[in-house]
Structures are given as C-alpha cells and as structure tokens.
C-alpha cells in the first residue's frame, strides 16, 4: 500500500536572537516572569530585510539536501504561514522560484500554529490519492511583523523561523500512520490579529479616505482562556488519533508539539505518559513560531540523531481559530 514517509528534514532560525533581557529593555516585563510562566528564555527575530519566504526557502532547501534531491525532483511546494510575504501571490509560489523550480504546484495553507499539522494531513490525503510522489511541506512565519512591541501579554510569546520536510510517497511500511483535524470558528475573539497589514479585512478599507487603518498588524490574545481550551482539546485530539489509528499509547516514542508554552506541553506529554526526554522542546530557544514549531521541534530531535527508524511520533498543536490537530507517524528514514 502507498504510504507517505518523510525522506528530508530542515529548519531554519534568524540570525539575530531577543534574550529575555532584551525584551524587559523595551516592555514591562522580566526573564523570571517570561521563563516561569512560558519556559521561554529567548526568541530569534527576521531581519530587516529577510522575509518569511527567505526562511522557508532556507529551511526547504536544507529538507531537499537532508533528502538527496534538487527542486527538480518535486512535485509540489505547500507552504503554511499566518504571515505571508504578501496577500498574494502565495508564499508557496516565491519560494518555488527561489529555489529554481518552475511548472509544478505551489500553494499556502492557513491554519496559524496548526498549519503544519494541517499542512501534513492535506498531502499526505493527496499522496494517497495517487496525486504527488513528492512534496516539499514548509512552516515558516515572522511573527514578530505582527507583534505589539508594548503588548506584554503577547510579545514575549513569540518568534520567527521555519521548519521543513520532503514528503514521499511509495509502497514501503512506515510513514504518516494518519491525522486528525478540528476546528471551532467560535472562538475567533480569543486569539486573533485583526488589523494585519497589508491585509483584506474591513479595517482596512482603503475607500475610506479618513482612515489610517491600514496599519500595524497586532496579535491580540485572552492568554489564560486559549491556555485552559488547549489544554484540553490538545489532551482530547492526542487521544482520539491514537484511538483512530489503533496505536497504544504505550508504543509512542515523541510527542513532537506546538510549542506555545511549556505547561501547556508538559499537560499533554503526562496525558500520555511519556517523560519529558520523549517530548521535543525547543520552546526556551525558539518561543512560539507558529506554524513553524512543530517541524522546527521535529528538525531538533532528528539533527541530535535522537529519532530511530521504527519509532512512533505523536505531532500535535493548537491555534487560533481555534483549529487543532494532530498527525501520527512511524519514522521510516
Ligand atoms: O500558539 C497559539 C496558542 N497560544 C497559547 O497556547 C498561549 C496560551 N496562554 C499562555 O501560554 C498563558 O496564558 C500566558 C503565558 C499567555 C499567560 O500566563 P498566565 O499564567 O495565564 O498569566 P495571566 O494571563 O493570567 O496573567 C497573570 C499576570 C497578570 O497580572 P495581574 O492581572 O495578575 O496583576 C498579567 O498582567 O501576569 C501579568 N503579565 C505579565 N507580567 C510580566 C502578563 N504578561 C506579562 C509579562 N511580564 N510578559
């Protein structure tokens, strides 16, 4: 039976790193506050003249050396990002061309910090189909371009990067095992970012003359409510794909999640009883990149040599949207 397996893995981070200290310099807050509540001790920010495009394409072309294959080799690019380069053409699409591929599909998909998940579900469904043999899959965000700098409640949370794996598919035992998707528009209010910029949304409407509207982008979040519903969703959904899939929890070997914030990580690994040296944590190095947490976490785990052929990987996240999922796999490379 055709199986989708990941052959290649990248990641990419920023040059420049924003310690804790950093950031009390510039906000009302401190490293003890930042660490104790989040685990996050630094965070690495795009510089000024990077775009989100330029990390995927970084991370992607180490996913595509990682496999042993040239763009050439590919099928199609899928690019997840809550922070796009422009509102279009699609990130997927620059990033194609960055790295000299042409013809093929390119196309984004926005699930904020559960793009990836999202992303790995939608290809792999694709791949069994018959549609692609290989598929280069990128989560990369600049975070901080939609940031309030005087925000606490947020700033502090987040960071940019990107994350990457190639995709393929092939009649061998192993690979994606299957996902498990979910979404809840009703609790849009809780975790957004309403004035994106540039961005399509009413606030920006350019026709009305008076308006400096079209302006700064902010992430605005009701922290400790998003906390005790991803929690619990997060708590449900890694249940519910073992269920699926017929997986027992004891055969689990990393749990690879979304890494908004340390409790909330360690809340769902002693759901499953895995101990903290079967989870992949990068949230202290990195902070939340959103959409490319989880496979920057994945890329963590899997340079340290940590990942061995055979072992069962649980990935998981949560965002806003709300939209969560999670995606189980049986390492294969
Ligand atoms: O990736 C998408 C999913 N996102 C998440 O999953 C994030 C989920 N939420 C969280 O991780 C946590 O709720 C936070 C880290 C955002 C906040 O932690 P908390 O324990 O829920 O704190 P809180 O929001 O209840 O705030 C506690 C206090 C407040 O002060 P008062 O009202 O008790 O006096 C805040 O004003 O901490 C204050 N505070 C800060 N103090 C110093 C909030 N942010 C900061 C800060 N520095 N950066």
């Not at 984004?108 to 559960?114: E, H, M, T």
Request: net charge negative.
């Amino acid at each position: 039976m055709m199986q989708t397996h990941i052959i290649g893995v990248g990641g990419y981070l920023p040059e420049h790193v924003m310690s804790n200290d950093d950031l009390a310099k510039v906000v009302d807050t401190s490293d003890e506050w930042i660490r104790e509540r989040t685990g996050i001790t630094q965070r690495h920010i795009i510089a000024k003249d990077e775009y989100t495009s330029d990390l995927a394409t970084r991370a992607g072309a180490q996913a595509l050396e990682d496999a042993g294959l040239s763009i050439n080799d590919i099928d199609a690019i899928v690019v997840a990002t809550t922070t796009p380069d422009m509102i279009f053409p699609s990130t997927a699409s620059m990033v194609q061309h960055k790295l000299g591929g042409k013809g093929f599909p390119a196309w984004d998909i926005q699930a904020v910090c559960s793009g990836f998940v999202y992303g790995l579900a939608q290809v792999d469904g694709m791949m069994r189909g018959g549609m692609f043999q290989r598929v280069l899959l990128i989560g990369a965000e600049s975070m901080s371009r939609i940031l309030d700098w005087q925000d606490r409640n947020t700033c502090v949370l987040f960071g940019d990067g990107a994350g990457a794996v190639v995709l393929e598919s092939r009649d061998d035992e192993g690979g994606i095992i299957g996902s498990v998707l979910h979404c809840d528009g009703s609790y849009r209010d809780l975790l957004l970012a309403k004035h994106a910029h540039p961005g399509a949304s009413p606030h920006n409407n350019r026709l009305d003359l008076n308006t400096d509207a079209a302006g700064v982008a902010a992430v605005e979040m009701k922290g400790n409510e998003v906390f005790r519903f991803a929690v619990t969703k997060l708590g449900e959904v890694v249940k519910e794909v073992l269920e699926k899939y017929d997986v027992q929890q004891s055969e689990l070997d990393w749990l690879v999640p979304h890494q908004a914030n340390i409790r909330i990580l360690n809340a769902t690994a002693k759901k499953l009883g895995l101990s903290t040296e079967q989870v992949a944590l990068t949230v202290a190095k990195h902070a939340n990149t959103s959409a490319a947490s989880v496979p920057l976490a994945l890329n963590d785990i899997y340079r340290a040599g940590k990942v061995k052929k055979g072992q069962v990987l649980l990935l998981e996240a949560f965002a806003g949207g709300f939209a969560w999922g999670a995606n189980l796999v049986r390492w294969s490379k």
